[in-house]
T-cell receptor
Framework: NAGVMQNPRHLVRRRGQEARLRCSPMKGHSHVYWYRQLPEEGLKFMVYLQKENIIDESGMPKERFSAEFPKEGPSILRIQQVVRGDSAAYFCASSPEVRGSEQYFGPGTRLTVT | LAKTTQPISMDSYEGQEVNITCSHN???????ITWYQQFPSQGPRFIIQGYKTKVTNEVASLFIPADRKSSTLSLPRVSLSDTAVYYC?????????????FGSGTRLSIRP
């Protein structure tokens, strides 16, 4: 059973461009979470999704950030008009059940904005 | 919202038992306590989860007192490969208004 897949592993964008980060949850998992981690800091929750639904986006910045988890395909975290402060590691996790169950994390996407 | 507090760092030696305590004074009735381990440039890895009293698996034990306002992760006989950051997580429920909060993490360094 493959683990959580994230791609790309590294992404370089210039200021003002768009960044798209993809996450394929573990097989059988219908809950996806996105986190952001700045260097030398802990993980910050961004958004929690189920198939075709955003359940909790209380950790998402109000502008430029959006997330989706379509019926088919991976979950996408989209950052429009990136700025240098968006440079961070973005981790995706999935779980088989409702919140509170064990989360399985992907290897992360390291976004660098130049 | 339940906020967690952990020591910023800890040092120990190979073969010792290490106990890391997390405070979560505002934990709610339905909250579970979960601990994760993270190595540099990797995603966190689940270690153990509990609700009350004691939970043990093949890598760690988790002790939770009756008031559940704190929890202690116990790593028996640590090795150099246990050097990592350890996060205490309290999941604050299932409603759409809830928020998942990771602690600040404890940077554990194991020496030979």
């Amino acid at each position: 059973n493959a683990g959580v897949m994230q791609n790309p592993r590294h992404l370089v964008r210039r200021r003002g461009q768009e960044a798209r980060l993809r996450c394929s949850p573990m097989k059988g998992h219908s809950h996806v979470y996105w986190y952001r981690q700045l260097p030398e800091e802990g993980l910050k929750f961004m958004v929690y999704l189920q198939k075709e639904n955003i359940i909790d986006e209380s950790g998402m910045p109000k502008e430029r950030f959006s997330a989706e988890f379509p019926k088919e395909g991976p979950s996408i975290l989209r950052i429009q008009q990136v700025v240098r402060g968006d440079s961070a590691a973005y981790f995706c996790a999935s779980s088989p059940e409702v919140r509170g169950s064990e989360q399985y994390f992907g290897p992360g996407t390291r976004l660098t904005v130049t | 919202l339940a906020k967690t507090t952990q020591p910023i760092s800890m040092d120990s030696y190979e073969g010792q038992e290490v106990n890391i305590t997390c405070s979560h004074n505002n934990i709610a009735t339905n909250d579970y306590i979960t601990w994760y381990q993270q190595f540099p440039s990797q995603g966190p890895r689940f270690i153990i989860q509990g609700y009350k009293t004691k939970v043990t698996n093949e890598v760690a034990s988790l002790f939770i007192p009756a008031d559940r306002k704190s929890s202690t992760l116990s790593l028996p006989r640590v090795s150099l490969s246990d050097t990592a950051v350890y996060y205490c997580l309290v999941d604050t429920g299932y409603s759409s208004a809830s928020k998942i909060i990771f602690g600040s993490g404890t940077r554990l360094s194991i020496r030979p």
